[in-house]
């Protein structure tokens, strides 16, 4: 169950020719797939193009109609794989995946296919996962682009534009018989905006006429001499050819033309909407894209077109280069080629914009108030800036870094962060303000926040042992309360992060996290495959979601929901016991903290060699709780009897410990003031956010705490005898409490 539903967007895929089309930009690239005459598209979801991959799942049926295949593919590598069908064959395909990791992961087959070239339109969209609303590490898709030399397309985000890359694009791919990347990053992914629709095309050489007429080509595959041959016709033959097709149809942009100055800009593509809005509020620039400064728009973000580059610098004293990202592979090809034609122009980018990070308009606003107080300063007016954003990008002082040094903490903060993440004592001449830290978790009723918690447990019997960590949400148990996990290699790769111990010379065993989702990607092979291959004897917790949880709840081989179109229900346990692992064992509750700690003391103490795995079953709660709100809400508006359980805390029983939240983290658990007035220390308490997963409760029995929690049921439309017996719970209650009250005005007269 992917956490949006698209079924009633995907309707407007049906629109005809001349309509005006209005909504998000993956909508608006499956619409240009369809227009372009796409056969066949496959992919593997992930940030930011996992909602692309919910799109073209919800849109089968639209996509079976022309005769496209949509798969939803193992890993980015079978993904990329899949475009071999347009090597020999006059067939459009795309595939998208999350840049960068993905596009390493799917590096060898894209190498190839790059390497032999195609016949038929290969479009790969990459989701440019990059800026500080990234989750993974900061890269760039540029170098891969270069490296197996495919063309870069980075279209302004806006959806005329990106459907025309899309279209333009498999268009050049066909010119040069050279795979084109797509770029969207996550602004473009989400931007709304509206064009004006052609018919979509059912492709005029279908598979079905593939298969029936095969067709087989040695020179276009990566054996010499053929390979050789390869890298002279890239040069020789696809570059020019990539170079004349993007010259004749125009696909960079120039703005600005009118200018009187001698100075211009350079931008990416991608980045244009930035830049105009620092230029707006410069003042240089009107909200309809005129500019008082030229600027050339690099839609095709390489190969750089050396003649309009020259164009556009010649007569110029300086150039602008507005690159995202580093190294600056842009900026380094702009300097060689005013070089090579000893043009004056001088070129700056990273000397006045930052190295790394988001380009933001306050940080396009600073980089260009450089650029222009160096050469116009009459242009390099702030004064024009809103006062909030003059404020923001005005030149301040250094911030004097503070003085750490080694402390305790007391109090409530003590009792929060735990005394393995005590916060430091802050030496500054200013007091700063006392906010406690909050570093991202897990969800509220996550499930796999109780593995953790017996991990815990299990750590404060046998000692600490060596966790090696994999891509997901399981990654944040490295962040407190729970501080575990040493290393992180990639999606899948957990068990082989741990690979390198795997020694006879201890009892003392590793273990290692994966997740469902990586388990499927490449952690059967790369991991389990691996371990049974190299008698590991080790252990592996598998965390089984029923779905890939970290990129959306999209289903996988493993998922417990019936899927039409797709092959599910298939265990986890019948595939690691295919590959060997005799030492198997299932939870399927994990919220059963003692159970997870008995399991997981179990497989790092039993004599029994050889690997060992424990798959944690239980729902995503983020999905649960998106699928069973809904249902409940219509239940109770329906008349019908609705409980939801709650978790509570006895303020009078509480004794102020909190390992409750120490061995929890719940954001639902909180402190607040003690009721009694003679005792200091403060209570637990559970917010309203909580979603009865009972997990407090739980680390409150497994790990033997303090009796205070206790669960109630809230009950939308109760039936006629719970409503008496509410009524005469009340009055006992209230009885019972005025005896009390009494004794205490007898105590005190």
Known sequence: MAEKSFKKEVQKLRMPAGEVFSGEGILAVTKALLQSGVSYVAGYQGAPISHLMDVLSDAN????????????????????????????????????????????????????????????????????????????????????????????????????????????????????????????????????????????????????????????????????????????????????????????????????????????????????????????????????????????????????????????????????????????????????????????????????????????????????????????????DDTALPEGVRATVATRKPVEVPVVTAGVATGAALAMTGPDILPPVVSTAQAMPDVHARPPSFCTGCPERPIFTAMKLVERELGAHHVSCDIGCHLFSILPPFNLGATTMGYGLGWAGAAAFNTSETDRRTISMMGDGGFWHNGLTSGVGNAVFNKSDNVLVIVDNGYSAATGGQDIMSSKAENKIRATRNPIEAAVRGVGVKWVRTTTHTYSVARMRDTLREALTTKEKGPKVIIAQSECMLNKQRRIKPLMKRMADEGRRVVRERFGVDSDTCTGDHSCIRLSGCPSLTVKENPDPLRRDPVASVLDSCVGCGLCGEVSHAAVLCPSFYRAELVSNAGWWERVSKRLTDRVIAALQRRVKAREVAYVA
Not at 82 to 103: C, E, H, I, M
Not at 116 to 123: K, P, S
Not at 249 to 263: C, I, P, R, T
């Open 61 to 380: 049926e639209i996509l079976e109609e022309l005769g496209v295949h949509f798969e939803s593919s193992a890993s980015e590598a079978t993904a990329a794989a899949t475009l071999a069908a347009s090597v020999n064959y006059p067939l459009r395909g795309a595939v998208t995946f999350k840049a960068t990791v993905g596009t390493n992961v799917a590096s060898d087959a894209l190498a190839n296919l790059a390497s032999g070239g195609v016949t038929g339109g290969a479009l790969v969209i990459v989701g440019e996962d990059y800026g500080e609303g990234s989750s993974i590490m900061q890269e760039r898709s540029h170098a891969f682009a270069m490296k197996s030399q495919m063309w870069l397309l980075d279209p302004r985000p806006n959806l005329p534009s990106i459907v025309d890359a899309v279209e333009k694009g498999f268009e050049l791919s066909e010119a040069s018989h050279t795979p084109v990347m797509l770029q969207l990053r996550i602004r473009a992914c989400h931007v709304h905006g509206r064009f004006t629709t052609r018919p979509n095309v059912r492709p005029s050489f279908s598979l079905k006429d593939a298969i029936e007429n095969p067709v087989r080509d040695v020179g276009r595959i990566v054996l010499p001499p053929a390979s050789f041959e390869h890298e002279r016709e890239k040069v020789e033959t696809r570059w020019p050819a990539a170079v004349d097709f993007i010259r004749r149809h125009q696909l960079n942009e120039y703005f600005g033309a009118d200018s009187s100055h001698d100075v211009g800009i350079i931008v990416q593509g991608g980045l244009y909407n930035t830049l105009m809005r620092a230029l707006t509020l410069l003042g240089l620039a009107d909200i309809n894209g005129q500019s008082d400064l030229p600027i050339y728009v690099m839609n095709v973000a390489y190969p750089m077109i050396d003649d309009e580059v020259r164009e556009f610098c010649a007569g110029k004293r300086a150039v602008l280069m507005v690159e995202e990202g580093q190294p600056e592979f842009i900026e380094q090809s702009l300097n060689t080629v005013l070089r090579r034609a000893d043009l004056p122009a001088r070129v700056h980018g990273k000397d006045m914009l930052p190295r790394s990070g988001d380009y933001t308009p306050n940080v396009l606003i600073k980089g260009l108030l450089k650029f222009l107080g160096r050469y116009t300063p009459s242009l390099a």
